[in-house]
């Protein structure tokens, strides 16, 4: 997945056109963007909408577990098993069972919103194979952490690239950009991503779903070098199992021949969503 966008779960007019935008993945919210007063048909609103309608990967996004409205949240979702669940405020293995033992069909995005959460990031992201993904609440942590900018939440995120890929979850999505209007800071923030093993991003309005896209797309030239290289091993006729030269001297090993394979799997997918 590329892109997912959430929706606020107050907002039953925002749902068509949320799916109508072309995520990869809706996220129904029910904890931040819902007032205290509204959390009740936020939740009746999104339920509905999802058992009659939604037919691609969607989420919602339940409050926290030690909320007053969880329980509730829990209940309602079990009547669409359909929906993943988005689990706000994780921070341990402990907390993804104590969900999974309420909603034992549920498939589960762990989000990491605090140091004890990133501290315990594997943990989490192996706490269950219903666990689906794991994502950071960027705001929250840097909050927690005494940080500004993308800069010093450059070893969160790349701690959890590192717990997403040691668990076998592959690449995480990264967080939401809060500025709907600055496309070119959500562009170079995105490709920074990029380059830390993030592998697509959560949005908060459609508009900045292109440039998501756009963003996290390889370069024409990372994908000619990635082709180039598979040509040749096809062409030595070797299988994954040691470090072939190619004939123009470069030394290729299977990590190579893998990731070369991730880029143009990767390529082949976003042709298809255009």
Do not use: C
Request: hydrophobic share 50%.
């Amino acid at each position: 997945m590329l892109t997912a966008l959430y929706v606020p779960a107050n907002r039953p007019d925002r749902f068509a056109k949320a799916v109508a935008a072309g995520p990869d993945l809706v996220v129904f919210d029910l904890e931040d963007a819902v007032p205290v007063a509204d959390k009740a048909d936020a939740r009746g609103w999104a339920v509905a909408w999802v058992a009659a309608n939604a037919r691609g990967p969607v989420e919602i996004r339940v409050n926290a577990l030690d909320s007053p409205w969880i329980e509730d949240d829990l209940a309602a979702i079990r009547a669409v098993p359909q929906a993943r669940l988005r689990v706000p405020k994780v921070e341990s293995a402990a907390d993804v069972h104590a969900v999974l033992d309420k909603v034992p069909s549920a498939r589960i995005t762990a989000l990491i919103e605090s140091p004890l959460g990133l501290e315990r990031a594997f943990e989490i992201a192996t706490a269950d194979p219903r666990l689906v993904a794991v994502a950071l609440g960027e705001a929250d942590l840097s909050s927690a952490l005494g940080v500004d900018g993308p800069e010093g939440l450059a070893w969160a995120r790349g701690r959890l690239v590192s717990a997403s890929r040691a668990a076998g979850l592959g690449a995480p999505m990264m967080s939401v950009y809060p500025n709907v209007n600055d496309l070119d800071g959500l562009r170079k923030t995105s490709q920074e991503g990029r380059a830390l093993g993030f592998v697509g991003r959560t949005a908060i309005h459609p508009r900045q779903l292109p440039t998501i896209v756009e963003a996290f797309t390889p370069a024409p030239a990372q994908v000619a070098a990635a082709q180039e290289l598979l040509d040749a091993v096809d062409k030595a006729d070797v299988a994954n199992g040691g470090v072939l030269v190619l004939p123009d001297g470069r030394m290729v090993d299977p990590a190579m021949i893998g990731r070369a394979r991730e880029v143009t799997a990767l390529v082949r997918e976003i042709e298809l969503r255009s």
